[in-house]
């Protein structure tokens, strides 16, 4: 049976604009003050977690000019240009924005624009949606980021064997020939990953063979795509990493990883693994989310938060290929599948609960994810990179739900407008 985070599959609908909000007044220096003559905007007296691994530092200041981070290091050792505009962070801890890399978006311009604002809302700063893309709408939106929105990836058309009644958007192989033609096409789009589904779907349907998908990789890697695979049983994990594949959009959910499947992975120390933990099954407290969700879809989501111990058993299973696998050096990024914007901050309490630390896990939903989107100007805050960052409450470090306690956003140097999204005295959201 498959699981999934079913209570967060979609996103939450929302009414009309009332209320009025308070924001946060270093945030609202931020935006309202002119960085003066210099065009400098001076960040300090924050913990900073840059997103590689290392340690946080302490008493940070970062400079932005325009979209870009100019320095970054120790209260005393950055230059601070005169005139420049400084925002006081004394108290809190900011981390990279978070790189979502399996999302599956609206299909529409505006409900798309929607869908990216309300990720930035949550500190997503890129989100990847894993083909369910059809027509030329993806590219544009690739090609030209809302403001205030996450930047957008995609995959284009999956690829998979026919699968009546579920969707047709993907394309519908069986031969070889087929395969090859359906990347040559997804090449001729230039997408940023090829993603292919090998799963019977319980039982449902057929799917794709080791010729098919050998196919798709042999022509995928002629063409310099990469391949990203939707899996569910080892075995099919062993075949494609046989074959070649780059990433794993899923962890393996039907048994334990064994020896040869871990001697596998190690031999492909390049490819990554995107672990997309299913519901976890236990009942949990989803205050966190009150202040950006109407009151009765918050109600419907807090009663089916419950303990379900065959969902349990299902989230152990993957739990503990997670472990193996990064226990055994795999290189582990970040996705959350389905349109749910806050499903980052469960995936992440997911993972750790998995056994991964909070600083493993920030890496992996920072750094990693930008490496495996190829996102150079992303993934950890250092000179040089779009200024894209969260300013939290509380330390991650010390537990890795203070991601959830969002002070401001920031995405390409500017503050997001997050008030439009919150919910006002009513238990409506403001927009």
């Known amino acids: 049976m498959h699981h999934v985070k079913t209570r967060f599959r979609h996103v939450v609908p929302v009414a009309g604009l009332l209320g009025l909000l308070v924001v946060?007044?270093?945030?609202?220096?931020?935006?309202?003050?002119?960085?003066?003559?210099?065009?400098?905007?001076?960040?300090?007296?924050?913990?900073?977690?840059?997103?590689?691994?290392?340690?946080?530092i302490e008493n940070a200041t970062f400079t932005v000019s325009g979209t870009r981070v100019l320095q970054v290091g120790r209260a005393g050792d950055v230059r601070v240009p005169a005139g420049a505009a400084r925002v006081n962070l004394a108290g809190k801890t900011v981390m990279p924005a978070i790189i979502d890399t399996h999302t599956h978006l609206s299909q529409t311009q505006e409900a798309l624009t929607e869908d990216l604002r309300r990720r930035a809302f949550y500190g997503v700063g890129a989100a990847m949606s894993m083909g369910q893309d059809r027509g030329e709408l993806p590219f544009q939106m690739r090609a030209a980021t809302p403001p205030g929105g996450a930047r957008f990836f995609t995959a284009g058309r999956g690829i998979t064997m026919p699968e009546p009644g579920r969707s047709d958007v993907p394309y519908w192989i069986t031969?070889?020939?087929?395969?090859?033609?359906?990347?040559?096409?997804?090449?001729?789009?230039?997408?940023?990953?090829?993603?292919?589904?090998?799963?019977?779907?319980?039982?449902?349907?057929?799917?794709?063979?080791?010729?098919?998908?050998?196919?798709?990789?042999?022509?995928?890697h002629r063409r310099g795509l990469r391949v990203t695979a939707h899996i569910f049983t080892l075995e099919d994990a062993k075949g494609l990493l046989r074959a070649g594949v780059d990433a794993f959009a899923h962890g393996v959910r039907d048994k334990e990883i064994d020896d040869e499947g871990l001697?596998?992975?190690?031999?492909?120390?390049?490819?990554?693994?995107?672990?997309?933990?299913?519901?976890?099954?236990?009942?949990?407290?989803?205050?966190?989310?009150?202040?950006?969700?109407p009151a009765p879809e918050l109600q419907r989501l807090q009663e089916a938060a419950t303990d379900r111990p065959a969902v349990q058993a299902?989230?152990?299973?993957?739990?503990?290929?997670?472990?193996?696998?990064?226990a055994a050096g795999v290189r582990i990024a970040f996705g959350t599948d389905g349109n749910t914007p806050w499903a980052p901050h469960v995936e992440m309490a997911d993972m750790v609960a998995?056994?991964?630390t909070p600083?493993?896990?920030?890496?992996?939903?920072?750094?990693?994810?930008?490496?495996?989107?190829?996102?150079?100007?992303a993934g950890t805050l250092e000179a040089g990179k779009s200024g894209d960052f969260i300013v939290l409450d509380a330390n991650p470090l010390d537990d890795i739900t203070n991601t959830r306690r969002i002070a401001s956003v920031y995405l390409r140097g500017a503050a997001v407008d997050r008030a439009r999204f919150k919910v006002g005295q009513t238990g409506q959201t403001t927009r």
């Open 263 to 293: 001697a596998l992975f190690r031999a492909r120390p390049n490819v990554v693994v995107v672990p997309n933990l299913p519901d976890r099954g236990v009942a949990t407290s989803l205050s966190w989310l009150s202040e950006s969700i």
């Open 359 to 377: 600083m493993q896990v920030i890496v992996a939903a920072t750094r990693n994810s930008a490496d495996l989107l190829k996102l150079a100007d």
């Open 314 to 326: 299902t989230f152990a299973i993957q739990a503990r290929n997670l472990a193996k696998l990064h």
């Open 175 to 220: 031969t070889e020939a087929e395969a090859r033609k359906a990347v040559e096409e997804l090449a001729a789009l230039k997408v940023d990953l090829v993603k292919i589904w090998v799963d019977d779907r319980n039982g449902m349907y057929m799917k794709l063979t080791p010729a098919l998908y050998g196919a798709i990789v042999d022509e995928a």
């Open 24 to 56: 946060s007044a270093f945030s609202a220096l931020a935006r309202g003050q002119a960085p003066a003559a210099t065009g400098v905007t001076v960040f300090e007296g924050a913990r900073l977690i840059v997103g590689d691994g290392r340690a946080p």
């Open 354 to 356: 998995a056994g991964m």
